[in-house]
């Protein structure tokens, strides 16, 4: 039945990674008829099954939406890329698949925002994550072996990475066997969202960890390919959604919520268009303003990163084995025993630190073991090297999304405000320092043949701030600009259930509703976020049972209880 002929409990813009795990539990927890609606096509292509097939999509726009930033002046004019997943299973079917929570810190911060108490703590949040996970590695107080979602090590590691990480021990960071355990500080492994099926590594998207689990029920109407141009609201209430299918427009109502995860940039684009924004603004459009709500569209936040490459003496890491004879090669392992370099997204570990000299890491230093470079940064090629990422966990910048027009088929105004807090820009620079220390720490040392960038002639921070000004790119996290907030807070957008105020009915349940960006990549974080807006919408108890009343080992519960 097409969707429009149907009656829906809900209706869910958008079908990235919260979404499809919010239709799973309202589909098979809560019984409900659900219709998600996503923008993107309804599967990547069979390479991305593999964990390294996503790289051979990074740089095209086949399944994402390249946003372009307004000119940015502290970067020289620069306007960056800033990509959005367009696809059934959103982030979730195109990223390097790191799967990283954040710190207890940042939700704990969470709900102090909030006023306390309000559900967001880390002891809140921490059951969520552990409901979903099927983990081939942990089983405790901070990982689940009965989810749907499969997490892991990468399938292989290179020489680079055991050098990496060696190298980061030798000055001091400890080994951390589990970023998403009892500390995050320190150097390993990243776990990723793969597992073995069949025999063989593959990508664990949202798609086959949650959707798949009710494709089949009745109850579930996926369609696919089609524009959310609008929220419809009538009397205060959102009932239901219009959108663009094969040439047409169509409406479709709700008997109970609208649920909106349509990704932070066209969330917020998608309430301004409905109405609900900036007033002054909505009108500047020709829009009519439903609810005045000035948050919508602030209080931008990303991930941002700045590279340190140097080349090897030898041949090292992964470069080439994507091409010719390697290729092939590795190609016939994978399909034969299920091994080899195909069985790892390449970004295999990471380092988590503050260059200050705190407890609480302020930086994630990524471990490439290849010379790479952004397309927005052309100056060096593709060799044998290394290249690490001085990635800012807890930018204090704030950017924003405004409406280029109140044509649904435009893309919004994306401001990230990259190095808009001198904190910011220092904290890179400091970086780079420790990145460019790092390289000459064995065993690393000896097989570094030389810095391409920065480049050894760059020292004080004048000209290190240059460079990061011309190299700084996103590192895909994009969110903050539908927040949740207290009553009396003018910015929040959402309340402590993600409901949109002044509005009935209508939730956002992706990354535009977190206040303050997590400390890590956000995959995990939007998973978790519709896990619990399921619930919500449902008006039903979170089904997962609370952290207080879990064992935890000897010296880890009361860190866990209190976040």
């Known amino acids: ?14 079908g990235g990674s919260s979404a499809c795990v919010a239709a799973m539990r309202l589909v098979r927890d809560f019984g409900a008829r659900v219709l998600m609606i996503e923008r993107g096509p309804a599967r990547t292509a069979p390479i991305m099954r593999m964990p390294a097939g996503y790289l051979r999509y990074l740089a095209r726009d086949t399944f994402l939406e ?91 590691l290179c020489d680079t990475t055991e050098d990496f990480i060696l190298a980061a021990q030798g000055i001091g960071i400890p080994y951390n066997p589990d970023f998403n355990g009892a500390r995050q500080a320190g150097v390993g492994v990243m776990q990723h969202t793969m597992g073995k099926v069949n025999g063989r590594m593959q990508r664990s998207d949202a798609v086959t960890a949650f959707l798949s689990e009710v494709r089949s029920d009745p109850r579930l109407t996926v369609v696919t390919d089609a524009l959310v141009t609008r929220i419809l609201i009538e009397n205060g209430r959102a009932v239901g959604l219009v959108y663009r299918h094969d040439g047409q427009e169509r409406t479709v109502r709700a008997g109970r ?113 290849i010379v790479y470079l952004d397309r927005d940064v052309s100056s060096a090629k593709p060799t044998y090297g290394i290249t690490l990422t001085s990635c800012l966990l807890r930018p204090k910048a704030r950017g924003s999304v405004r409406l280029a027009s ?21 904290l890179t620079i400091a970086s780079i320092r420790f990145a460019r220390r790092l390289l000459e720490v064995r065993p690393l040392g000896p097989k570094i043949a030389a810095e391409l960038l920065p480049g050894s002639p760059l020292t004080d921070d004048a000209a290190l701030a240059a460079y990061c000004g011309k190299t700084v790119k996103t590192n895909y996290h994009p969110c903050g600009t539908a927040r949740m907030g207290r009553d009396d807070d003018p910015l929040a957008v959402l309340d402590a259930r993600l409901a949109v105020r002044g509005v009935a009915g209508l939730r956002v349940i992706d990354c535009a509703a977190i206040p303050a960006i997590p400390s890590g990549n956000t995959n995990a974080a939007a998973i978790m976020l519709g896990h619990r807006a399921a619930a919500f919408a449902a008006g039903r108890g979170e089904a997962v049972a609370p952290v207080a009343a879990t064992r935890f080992p000897r010296g880890v519960g009361q860190e866990a209880r209190t976040g």
């Open 66 to 156: 390249m946003h372009t930033t307004v000119a940015q002046p502290r970067l020289g004019g620069r306007a960056p890329i800033v990509p959005q997943a367009k696809v059934l299973g959103g982030g979730s079917a195109v990223n390097a698949m790191v799967y990283m929570r954040g710190q207890r810190e940042d939700y704990d911060g969470w709900d102090a925002l909030l006023g306390g108490n309000a559900g967001w703590s880390y002891a809140d949040v921490l059951p969520h994550f552990r409901a979903v996970e099927r983990n081939t590695k942990f089983n405790d107080a901070y990982h689940g072996i009965e989810g749907t979602l499969l997490v892991s090590d990468p399938g292989r």
């Open 1 to 14: 039945m097409s969707g429009p002929e149907r009656e829906y409990d809900f209706v869910i813009a958008g």
């Open 406 to 426: 109140a044509d649904p088929a435009a893309k919004p105004v994306v401001d990230s405000n990259f190095f808009g807090d001198p904190d910011d820009l220092r």
């Open 257 to 369: 919520e609208v649920l909106v995860a349509t990704g932070t940039y066209n969330t917020a684009k998608l309430l301004m268009l409905s109405g609900l924004g900036p007033a002054d603004h909505l009108r500047s459009h020709g829009l009519k303003v439903e609810v005045d709500l000035p948050g919508v569209g602030a209080n931008l936040q990303d991930h941002h990163e700045v590279p340190t490459i140097a080349t090897t003496k030898g041949r090292s890491g992964y470069f080439g084995e994507d091409r010719g004879w390697p290729m092939i090669r590795n190609g016939l392992q994978y399909a034969l025993f299920g091994t080899g370099p195909v069985t790892t997204t390449g970004i295999e570990s990471c380092l988590f630190y503050d260059p200050d000299g705190g407890d609480r890491p302020t930086v994630q230093l990524y471990c490439c073991p």
